[in-house]
């Protein structure tokens, strides 16, 4: 089976391609000088010309970050996800960002905690252990504030159990992780704290071959909170009490 992973969810974004259980190509960008929108598409068109991959036959499935994240970058990706399996006539799995993260840090020895900053000391976060290559929410994704989240954490690994963090959330607010748990809490190494879109598709593949695919018709990024402008909006309009 060959799928297509991409992500969009953070300013790291990248395209995979998976061949079976092989990585064949991977592109990783973790730059804000350029948006998904520039480059998505011409890294996907790169990757798949120096693998040799005709889209006429020679893709199965598209893999696609859900989100939590970037509300533009989701969109991008998402929307992309499905013009690709419309137009080529394939299935598309929706992977939810942290799920892929936890897949990402393939331990199953320890609670994994993914977490993505969400800024004002507030995080998407959730908590996973892995069960094979399953990760199996122990917290599903949510958004919370940084301590509520790490009150949440202590909660779940027991006595000396290890935590691995992993994602920009856990980079932000290390110190603040140490402080909390001490040599319990665990970072994947450095090329794999950030979600690679290798994850999404391996992940996304795995799906599919589940039969857990989506309609591309209804399927829409997972974003967990009102955009900024909704936000205001709705402040500027809010009746008064």
């Not at 998976?18 to 990757?47: C, F, I, S």
């Not at 593949?205 to 589940?210: G, S, V, W």
């Not at 990024?221 to 900024?228: A, C, G, K, Q, V």
Request: proline content about 6%; aromatic content about 6%; hydrophobic content about 45%.
């Amino acid at each position: 089976m060959r799928v297509i992973g991409l992500d969009t969810s953070t300013a790291t974004g990248g395209v995979a391609l998976l061949e079976g259980d092989r990585l064949v190509g991977e592109y990783t960008l973790n730059l804000q000088r350029t948006t998904h929108a520039e480059r998505l598409m011409p890294a996907l068109e790169r990757v798949m010309l120096d693998a040799g991959w005709d889209p006429a036959g020679g893709v199965d499935g598209i893999a696609v970050a859900l989100g939590p994240g970037s509300f533009t970058g989701l969109r991008i990706g998402v929307v992309t996800a499905k013009a690709l399996s419309y137009a080529w006539g394939v299935p598309v799995a929706g992977v939810p960002t942290l799920e892929a993260m936890a897949y990402q840090a393939g331990d199953a020895g320890a609670v994994i905690c993914p977490a993505i900053d969400a800024r004002h000391e507030h995080v998407f976060c959730a908590a996973y252990r892995l069960e094979g290559d399953n990760p199996v929410p122990l917290v599903g994704a949510q958004l919370r504030a940084l301590q509520e989240w790490l009150d949440e954490v202590e909660n779940l690994a027991t006595g000396h159990e290890r935590i691995i963090f992993i994602g920009d959330g856990a980079d932000v607010h290390w110190e603040t992780v140490l402080q909390r748990f001490g040599p319990r809490a665990q970072r994947p190494p450095v090329g794999l704290r950030t979600l690679r879109s290798g994850a999404v598709a391996a992940l996304g593949a795995l799906r599919l071959r589940q039969g857990r695919r989506d309609d591309p018709a209804s399927l829409v990024p997972l974003y967990l909170r009102e955009s900024e402008a909704e936000r205001k909006w709705a402040a500027k309009h809010r009746s008064p009490s």
